[in-house]
């Protein structure tokens, strides 16, 4: 993956860990849990998820999810080092294959020892369907170049190690670990294999040769130096900037950024919903479109976090005629937690979020209810009736990859790109518990939508014309340029 990519996604997760980190250092034992906490913790996640997963069992039989537990508590046999602990957790939610059932406690432990100075193992890898390909130098010799392609890590070969990942990582489906192992490899090679002063990597060379490199840990400021030391020519792209722009020759682009308020919107004041900007930012990006005279629109969700639906909206309302919907069935499980969690919000009885707070407060703890989904209206204001065409990659999440299942169910887009590592059908729109001794943040999906198409397939969104992402190395945007040659060529 990029740099910026990598650093992102390690410094949202030392932020999202932050607090927990703290947690376990003012615990009065410093590193461990005692067998009786230990137990009881295990039990409270087990019963907590029954109550609030929407859908616990859809993946694992009750029978298969109880002789799991049951293992893992057979496991603790006396004090259990917190570390060990956390990634027991870890294993025992990775065990349901739902990618939105997770916690990041283990994820503490690595920025607890990073932030002390630890070493990790500096690999920045893509993923070219099954294979794992090197895109930084991971050191400063000649071995091991960028486009290099990884057969072992430490010893495992690569399907061995993706399966002892998969242990520990939430994920839907193979694509999904994936793209999780691409964005954060150096920290799940510290979960895998633990503190390593150096690990051995098996790799075929771009040029065909069989290497084998032993590549030394090193601080996180040690590899982000020798990265920007020894940079790799890429595509200059800011996934979150939100853009727009005559392409010329009648194709116009945007780039939304993300469907939420950014930091710099917010303001001082911080407040985690402000629309405004982001509303403005369309309407004038549908002004200048209208006023290009283009008749093809590419919008471009490469990389995209995805967000709020209200956001997205915004820019689906301007490209239909007719009133659309989100999703075509919406299910939520009223648990204790997340009836508590949705009493006290306030919103519009209109919107998604309004009547789902309503029925929440009407239901049964434990009850699974289905949600009316609101039709959102078209928006004539600079509408836009020419072609549109998406961009996606398997990093378009979230709500990005549902509005990109959205426009492709209702006909209004060409999707272009590569399958998407998330699933516009899914178990999602998370809440959180924490557990009493731990106090491991749990994460769960209160909610199942099911894409507008009806389909439940577990799958990404599955583009219409694939392209393949640039080569390593490249410094073209092959991807985005592949698609004005095709939308060129459909005229």
């Not at 989100?326 to 306030?346: C, D, L, M, Q």
């Not at 204001?381 to 299942?405: K, M, P, Q």
């Not at 106090?439 to 939508?449: L, N, R």
Request: aromatic share 8%; with cysteine.
């Amino acid at each position: 993956m990029n740099i910026t990519g990598l650093r992102n996604f390690l410094f949202a997760l030392l932020f999202a860990t932050a607090s927990a980190v703290q947690a376990g250092n003012a615990d009065p034992c410093g590193d461990c849990l005692s067998a009786q906490d230990a137990r009881e913790d295990l039990r409270a996640l087990y019963e907590g998820l029954q109550q609030e997963h929407v859908d616990l069992f859809a993946r694992r039989s009750r029978a298969e999810y109880d002789a799991k537990i049951t293992a893992l508590l057979a496991r603790i046999d006396g004090p259990v080092q917190r570390a060990q602990f956390n990634l027991t957790l870890h294993e025992a939610l990775a065990f349901g294959n739902v990618g939105h059932a997770k916690t990041e406690a283990a994820m503490a432990d690595v920025f607890s020892h990073v932030g002390n100075g630890g070493a990790i193992i500096p690999l920045s890898v893509v993923y070219r369907d099954a294979a794992m390909l090197t895109d930084n130098w991971a050191g400063k010799g000649a071995a091991l170049p960028p486009g290099s392609r990884i057969t072992a890590l430490g010893g495992l070969s690569l399907p061995e190690f993706e399966a002892q990942a998969r242990r520990i990582i939430s994920a839907d489906t193979t694509r999904l670990l994936r793209a999780q192992i691409e964005l954060g490899l150096p920290a799940y090679l510290y979960l895998v294999f633990g503190p390593r002063e150096a690990l051995r990597v098996d790799y075929i060379a771009p040029d065909g040769t069989a290497g084998s490199h032993n590549v030394a840990g090193m601080p996180l400021g040690e590899m982000y130096a020798l990265q920007d030391a020894r940079r790799v020519p890429r595509p200059d792209r800011k996934a979150g900037a939100r853009i727009y722009r005559d392409l010329g020759d009648g194709v116009f682009y945007l780039q939304p950024g993300p469907f939420s308020a950014t930091g710099e919107e917010r303001g001082e004041d911080g407040a985690a919903y402000f629309i405004d900007p982001f509303r403005d930012f369309v309407r004038d990006a549908f002004a200048a479109l209208a006023a290009s005279g283009a008749r093809d629109l590419v919008i471009d969700l490469r990389d995209n976090g995805g967000g709020d639906a209200s956001f997205s909206d915004l820019i689906i309302a301007r490209l239909t005629n007719r009133p659309f919907r989100y999703s075509a069935r919406y299910e939520v499980r009223a648990g204790p937690n997340t009836k508590a969690a949705w009493a006290g919000r306030e919103s519009d009885p209109d919107t998604l979020g309004g009547r789902i707070k309503a029925t929440l407060a009407s239901a049964a703890d434990g009850e699974r209810v289905t949600i009316a989904v609101p039709e959102t209206s078209p928006i004539a204001e600079n509408a836009f009736d020419g072609r549109v065409w998406v961009l996606v990659n398997r990093h378009t999440y979230s709500n990005a990859a549902v509005i990109a299942a959205l426009m492709q169910d209702l006909g209004i887009a060409t999707i272009m790109g590569e399958e998407t590592a998330d699933l516009p059908t899914t178990y999602g729109a998370v809440e959180r518990f924490s557990l009493p001794h731990s106090g491991a943040e749990i994460i769960y999906p209160k909610a199942y939508m099911v894409r507008p198409s009806g389909s439940e397939e577990v799958r990404g969104v599955v583009p219409d014309f694939l392209i393949a992402p640039a080569p390593v190395g490249s410094a073209h945007d092959r991807m985005l340029e592949t698609a004005v040659t095709q939308i060129g060529l459909t005229r």
